[in-house]
């Protein structure tokens, strides 16, 4: 299994710029994440899927888009990048009623906005 | 109000010793999640240890355990006999409710760093 997996590892847009992060998983996980990780911060939640056609707001969901037609995929868009949305950001999955619930995390897109 | 709190945001620790890295948490729903993650320096979130709030006893894997006091709304982190690959952020998270919300909240985080 390959886990979770984004890409790209590494973006740098303009302002104004639009973009899509993948985050795919092979584990056949219902639930999907999106976070993002600020400097000096922990990671505050954007959006989530409990499965698929199925997504809600998560803490900071203002200025990203996303959608859930499959299992294993779950995009986030970023309609008109921002500075502020220079971040880490983290995809994430689990499955319920495997004990611990356990979200597994993907490596990150370091993003950057000009 | 936070709902996690990490009082500590740098420790440091003797190679071997044991280090205690504390979480405090808020919530009014009986039933939560508290989980503990590692990020070392190359960024990757490290899934260390989970506390139920119903769990009876404390959470141990390996090297690490959970200190859960209830009544306090504590659940700090113990790390054993420390290794210099212990040096990274620690990250406390909470989840309400009983699993079916993905929800989590994160702590702002402590640096641990093991000296040799």
């Known amino acids: 299994n390959a886990g979770v997996t984004q890409t790209p590892k590494f973006q740098v847009l303009k302002t104004g710029q639009s973009m899509t992060l993948q985050c795919a998983q092979d584990?056949?996980?219902?639930?999907m994440s999106w976070y993002r990780q600020d400097p000096g911060m922990g990671l505050r939640l954007i959006h989530y899927s409990v499965g698929a056609g199925i997504t809600d707001q998560g803490e900071v969901p203002n200025g990203y888009n996303v959608s859930r037609s499959t299992t294993e995929d779950f995009p986030l868009r970023l309609l008109s990048a921002a500075p502020s949305q220079t971040s880490v950001y983290f995809c994430?999955?689990?499955?319920?009623?495997?004990?611990?619930?356990?979200?597994?995390f993907g490596p990150g897109t370091r993003l950057t906005v000009l | 109000a936070q709902k996690i709190t990490q009082t500590q945001p740098g420790m440091f620790v003797q190679e071997k010793e044991a280090v205690t890295l504390d979480c405090t948490y808020d919530?009014?729903?009986?039933?939560?999640?508290l989980f503990w993650y590692k990020q070392p320096s190359s960024g990757e979130m490290i899934f260390l240890i989970y506390q139920g709030s119903y769990d009876q006893q404390n959470a141990t894997e390996g090297r690490y355990s959970l200190n859960f006091q209830k009544a306090r709304k504590s659940a700090n982190l113990v790390i054993s006999a420390s290794q210099l690959g212990d040096s990274a952020m620690y990250f406390c998270a909470m989840r309400e409710g009983s699993g079916g919300s993905e929800k989590l909240v994160f702590g702002k985080g402590t640096k641990l760093t093991v000296n040799p």
């Open positions: 919530t009014s729903d009986p039933s939560y999640g």
């Open positions: 584990m056949n996980h219902e639930y």
């Open positions: 994430a999955s689990s499955r319920p009623g495997e004990g611990t619930d356990t979200q597994y």
